[in-house]
DNA sequence: GATTTTTATACGCGAATCGCGTACTATGGA
DNA sequence: TCCATAGTACGCGATTCGCGTATAAAAATC
């Protein structure tokens, strides 16, 4: 069983720790302790939150990564908050989920600085000092 | 759970009980007992017949009906400074090149200042705090 | 047919742990 | 400041899990 699975998956639909439990049907703390590691959900609650998360038990468990059975680049768009099909990675590390909401900070408050470049276009542009890393 | 779906797993292999025991790890009566609906099995349990049976733990637990159903095993990491290919958004918008870049250097030079603020928070795995520097 | 081996089922108990309530801290808004 | 919300952690009662063991049926061996 994957920690940050659920807890991405909860983020991923806005919801708190308590809300969840409530659509779950059990208390918060309980629902916390599945998130936290400090309890394991029973054979129900995994497939209640398969349900609930739309996704698999095998996903939750671990035994697979993709968390819906579509593939990972059927959309063009990914937005970053809800990011669950793919890992991000810089130098070949993945992003945690902590880094990705830096990240969506750190973009929303750039563009509120009044940094608004043209947002469809893309300008492949490559950048000389991006690939200073090398592998 | 669905009791008759494991017997027929083990007897589609032509095994005994012992025998689908001794290859679980654990003791007759208790793989008895899952499939006589006595006992339920663990997560790891569940996991275990799983790999064993090659089907999947939502076959196992009913929720899917094809026991050979398994969800595309892609892996994807996307390399942040390669990501040429798939658009990423935040708030609707897509990023542009420009706001990647920055997003790449935000993430080392965050990296650079060493993270250590946060403890215990996500572990990838069992040891927390084992890759704090790794490479 | 009798004896031994294998297979399947069920019971009882100690140990593990699940789920809940509760308390605590941190954060943000009125 | 006060209050509401979000997240975290602890303790306890009750559930039940996993094992050994016993029993019965079936199969195999002689």
Redesign the interface.
Known sequence: ????RLTKLRKSNNWSLQETADLLGIAKSTYAGYESGHR??S?EA??LM??LFQT????I?G????P??????EK??????D?L????????S??????IE???A???A?RELGQR?????????E?SY??EKTN
Chains 1, 2 share one sequence.
Do not use: W
Request: aromatic share 10%; glycine share 4%.
């Open positions: 069983m994957i920690l940050n394991r959900p054979l995994i497939k398969a349900d698999s038990t095998d996903y468990l035994r697979v990564e993709d819906k059975f579509q593939p990972a680049f063009t768009a990914i937005e970053l908050a990011c099909f793919v890992d991000l990675s810089v130098d070949g993945t992003l945690s989920q902590e880094e830096y990240v969506i750190f973009i929303r750039k470049k043209e947002q469809g276009k893309n300008s492949v542009g950048s991006l690939n």
